[in-house]
């Protein structure tokens, strides 16, 4: 699960399909990158200290929201400068009715809090370093299940740039640490606690070479390593211990000449599991009597690799317009928790977790995307704006993971058989004429998401809606320095 506080986001960058770079790294149809607020978020152009505070409040369970953040920077040489931001923020929420207005028949109040730290150090134009550092906290009940969270998640991230001025060298360094501890009251022990580290090193690098006067050659390449530690509790319950290591390389060259656009790609990605696949009771052969809880008994380790290659073009005939396309293969290991998860629930503590599944394999996915871009300028005034996106995806994903029954009976994380093929159109545009503005995105998908036994229980699984729309309108006041605007979203059927 990722912990992030709404508060503290200042964007939310979605890439879909075969990612390129190191957030492509082990993933099957997209990435999502989670920015989070920095100094530009809090100081006004030109200016050096300054303080933002947003204060929010709702209905339907939405009581208060409010984030505090300051911020102070100084030049340190005519193109040097350093900078410091810091972020208090929290909320709080109690029951809502759904769509239905049927009232939630537990108990979902919280009230997450956290806190943020940036550093960024630029002692010239070709260096730039920024350290940052995330906490959050949060606690809610899970009467459902009849106990109750308590969630510690700490982000840690370093970002090191090199960008001498050439077209040869923009080098980029980055890493990070996440920590999560997960307590869990009233279990008596059977399920209490779950600690997870991740940390990860990518390093990457663009180039770009003029062959001629009408003939560019980008070359986009790096490599990257992260791994995800899990360790459960004494007794186990349903948390699995593993930990899973993906690593990789890429390169992607893009060729633009005039109006045509080629993209060749390949990546190499690989990937190492291990964790525990029985426990032991004290007292039994290789479990001392006296030993505190159970003991870790046999430990399996699983690894594999896989070459993913892409191919793309775009036309661009004019400059309102340009048509792409692309073919890519991606792959998706599977996770510690789907590896070694116990499909039967051992409520006692004791004893072996039951039916967790050493010979799941990778997804693969072999997907293609189709569309169009269009833009333009001055159409219905001097100085408005316009662009419409249209796009067409299937993909076609083999060994598709979901929690099942395999052909023993058995509940545990299997591969489905055959093909799961998951396509649809995606639709965006928006016009912004300055003092008025409006934009509207529609997802209409057929995804055939299998849908796993026990959903959003025992599994955590569920079908996600097929159907999205997004519709954002506003104006804008007082010379543009005050919007006012009103958004609608639908969401489609989902099944938990």
């Known amino acids: 699960m990722a912990y992030v506080d709404p508060n503290m986001l200042a964007g939310v960058d979605v890439s879909r399909g075969a990612v390129a770079g190191n957030d492509g ?14 100094i530009d978020d809090v100081l006004m152009e030109g200016r050096d200290v300054g303080v933002l505070q947003t204060l929010k409040t709702g209905t339907n369970g939405f009581n208060i929201a409010r984030l505090t953040a300051a911020g102070w920077r100084h030049d340190i040489s005519p193109e040097g ?20 207005g ?37 606690a809610f009940s899970v009467e459902t299940a009849g106990y109750d969270w308590s969630v510690k998640n700490q982000t840690y991230t370093a970002k090191y740039a090199y960008q ?8 980029k360094i980055n ?19 779950r600690s997870g580290t991740s940390t990860g090193l990518d390093i990457n690098n663009t180039s770009i070479v003029d062959l001629d006067a009408e003939t560019e050659l980008k070359l986009f390449y790096g490599a990257g390593i992260n791994s995800d530690d899990y360790k459960g509790n004494d007794a186990r319950g349903a948390n699995p211990d593993g930990m899973l290591i993906k690593s990789g390389a890429f390169v992607d060259a893009t060729l633009t000449r005039g109006i045509f656009g080629l993209t060749t790609g390949l990546r190499y990605d690989a990937w190492n599991i291990r964790g525990i696949t029985e426990y032991l009771e004290p007292g039994t052969p290789g479990c001392p009597a006296a030993h505190d809880g159970l003991c870790d008994g046999a430990e399996l380790s699983r690894h594999g690799d896989e070459w993913n290659p892409k191919l793309g073009g775009t036309i661009t005939p004019t400059d309102w317009l340009q048509v792409y396309a692309t073919y890519a293969h991606t792959m998706r290991p599977p996770t510690a928790s789907e590896m ?13 977790p039951i039916y967790n599944n050493p010979d799941l394999l990778p997804e693969t996915q072999k997907g293609i995307d189709i569309g169009v871009n269009l833009k333009g300028e001055g159409l219905l005034a001097a100085d408005d704006t316009a662009y419409a996106k249209i796009g067409y995806f299937r993909n076609r994903i083999s060994d598709y993971i979901t929690y099942g029954y395999d052909s023993a009976g058995q509940a545990k994380w299997i591969n489905l058989p055959g093909d799961t093929i998951m396509q649809g159109v995606e639709l ?11 934009k509207v995105a529609v997802t209409i998908a057929d995804t055939q998401q299998p849908l796993g036994i026990a959903p959003g229980i025992g599994s955590d699984v569920g079908q996600l809606p097929d159907d999205f729309a997004t519709l954002d309108v506003g104006a804008r006041f007082l010379e543009q320095t005050v919007t006012v605007g009103g958004r609608i979203r639908y969401t489609g059927q989902s099944f938990q």
Do not use: C, W
């Open 25 to 38: 790294m082990g993933t099957l149809s997209g990435a999502a990158n989670l920015r989070t607020i920095g």
């Open 81 to 100: 400068s350093i900078s410091m931001v810091g972020a208090l923020s929290g909320s709080n929420s109690s029951n809502y009715s759904n769509g239905d």
């Open 102 to 138: 049927i009232n939630y028949p537990y108990d979902a109040a919280q009230s997450p809090s956290s806190g943020l730290f940036k550093l960024a150090f630029a002692p010239s134009a070709e260096h730039s370093l920024e350290l940052g550092g995330v906490v959050y906290k949060n």
């Open 164 to 171: 001498p001025g050439n077209d040869l060298v923009d080098l």
């Open 175 to 193: 890493a990070f640490m996440n920590i999560t501890d997960i307590a869990m009251v009233g279990t008596d022990g059977e399920f209490d606690g």
């Open 340 to 352: 070694f998860y116990p499909g039967g629930h051992n409520f006692s503590g004791t004893g072996d």
């Open 428 to 438: 965006e545009g928006g016009y912004d004429a300055g003092l008025a503005y409006a």
